[in-house]
């Protein structure tokens, strides 16, 4: 019987390569119809960030008066601390801007909390007209009291910084009030630059170096987290203890400590999205309010500290049960290297051990497999006709010689794939990760290689892996799975470096582990 020499690049090989590219260069064309400029929107907006942004004192910043809603002449009041410094208005006792001195963003300048174009962050206000309090402030150090006072209202508004934590312990007194006050008011406000992620799939694609910007809310003892792009309504909360709005990695929250729970009302407007907190009082009674505002990094283990309901802020997924002990662990290593890279390095091998067991065990279900093929193939032409005797007597064989088909790479993929997804999210929610150096080129792990030396070096360790990895396929699929390691190349690419780090030392580990089960093979034998 005339056989066929088979080569690499037969007909199908190389229809299923054309139409791989087809399918990527249809898929870049639909996205750049779909978001134009939006590469060029992302240069722009980063460009005038940098020209605008100026390393004069923070008391420069400018108020857009005419959207405020009070009486009388605004005054400032300017704090410089050791991590941050703020200008406090009297109107509300707002924050007319928060700059965090030890955090930056991707174009190196301070990260800000501000808010031009409504009333100052965490100010109070009426709840019926909106209009800001006009408090007259004294300060003690660390302390700002505001008092107000007139024919049918006093308030006394007592606002303490705790620097370390990035917290702002508020105490509000109504000691007077008439009968035509309704309650308070407290504003948020969170900017949305135009080029953040405006879907799902943009989101997936432009996840590395762009923030997800939304809202987090805890009430009625439930959580919630809001994406930006998923608000189309107002949203409305009873008995709320926490709102929250932020980025990825920065963000506002309020914590209430009273034991009069207020509402709540998270909506979207024309530049960002806007939180409102509403005390109403059940009585005209004199009555105190007790609540903090957090403004700051999303750490994990801060956040948590602070509040255990406030750790959930940060979303780690579907497999959050896993990411979570994961970056516990990576912390860990962490205060062993001091290095941020170096300890995704140890977490890779950590992991790899845990999972030598089920290799080894993978690697000799496929030796077993390979073995008996040629009795396989013996029995598809002798049984061709029959399926259901070819099924048995396949099985029958397979129990004989203790080989599983499902023993082989598949039960590893199934465990991996998890611990692969939780460390993509903790790499891209952690702000442990945001901009930590590792080295030579690669300054900042949350971001993708620019240099791409990781995601080639993962795609050749794949492949040569790939080579000495007996496989139990047709030819046919054998040559297809030759495409993958270039197809996992490309999907690297844009992945955050830390995430490349890690593929790469795995692979890096799984391709000596296979050198070393292919000469105890050779000896054994």
Not at 101 to 110: G, H, L, N, T
Not at 467 to 484: D, E, G, S, Y
Request: contains cysteine; aromatic residues 14%; charged residues 25%.
């Amino acid at each position: 019987m005339n056989q066929e020499k088979e080569t690499f690049f037969d007909k199908n090989t190389l229809i299923a390569i054309f139409l791989l590219g087809l399918c990527w260069v249809g898929w870049d064309y639909y996205m750049k119809k779909k978001y134009p400029g939006q590469a060029k929107q992302e240069q722009s907006e980063a460009q005038t960030k940098a020209e605008e942004a100026s390393p004069s004192n923070i008391s420069s910043v400018k108020t857009a008066d005419q959207k405020i809603k009070s009486k009388g002449k605004e005054t400032t009041y300017v704090f410089s601390g050791e991590k941050m410094e703020f200008v406090l208005s009297s109107f509300g006792m707002g924050f007319k801007e928060i700059r965090l001195k030890s955090f930056f963003d991707r174009d190196k300048q301070p990260v800000v909390f501000k808010n031009e174009e409504a009333p100052p962050l965490s100010a109070t206000g009426l709840l019926k007209t909106e209009e800001l309090i006009p408090f007259k402030v004294r300060r003690e150090k660390n302390k700002f009291i505001g008092h107000y006072a007139s024919k049918n209202l006093e308030v006394t508004k007592i606002l303490e910084v705790d620097e370390d934590n990035f917290i702002f312990k508020t105490q509000i007194e109504v000691s007077r009030q008439s009968r035509h006050f309704t309650g308070l008011r407290l504003f948020f406000y969170q900017a949305v630059p135009q080029s953040a992620p405006k879907s799902w799939i943009s989101k997936m694609l432009f996840i590395v170096g762009q923030d997800v910007y939304g809202g987090f809310v805890f009430s009625e003892e439930k959580s919630e987290q809001i994406v930006e792009t998923e608000l189309e309504t107002p949203k409305n909360y009873q008995n709320l203890s926490i709102l929250g709005l932020g980025s990825r990695y920065f963000g506002q929250a309020f914590l209430n400590k009273s034991s009069l729970l207020p509402s709540g009302i998270l909506k979207k407007r024309e530049k960002g999205l806007q939180g409102v907190v509403d005390y109403k009082p059940l009585t005209t009674s004199p009555f105190s309010l007790d609540y903090e505002v957090f403004y700051g990094p999303k750490s994990l283990e801060h956040l948590a500290k602070r509040d255990s309901r406030l750790g959930k802020w940060i979303n780690f997924g579907f497999f959050e049960w896993l990411a979570r002990p994961l970056l516990q662990l990576l912390r860990g290593f962490h205060k062993i290297t001091g290095n941020w890279g170096f300890a995704i390095i140890l977490l890779t091998f950590f992991v790899r051990l845990l999972l030598l067991p089920l290799n080894i065990r993978s690697y000799k279900s496929m030796k077993a497999m390979q073995k008996i093929q040629p009795q396989l193939q013996e029995l598809r032409e002798k049984h061709k006709k029959d399926p259901q005797t070819l099924n048995r007597e396949m099985m029958a064989l397979m129990k004989d010689q203790k080989a599983n088909p499902l023993g082989g790479c598949l039960p590893l993929m199934l465990v991996q794939l998890p611990v692969f997804i939780a460390l993509y999210r903790v790499l891209g929610e952690s702000i442990e990760l945001y901009q930590a150096p590792f080295i030579l080129w690669i300054r900042d792990l949350s971001l993708f290689d620019p240099w791409y030396v990781l995601p080639v070096l993962s795609g050749a360790t794949l492949f040569v892996q790939q080579k000495i990895t007996p496989m139990n396929v047709p030819p046919a699929q054998a040559r297809l799975f030759t495409l993958m390691p270039l197809v996992f190349s490309v999907f690297m690419l844009k992945l955050p470096s830390g995430l490349t780090l890690y593929i790469f030392v795995s692979g890096l580990f799984g391709l000596i582990q296979q050198f070393f089960f292919v000469k105890w093979k050779k000896e054994k034998a």
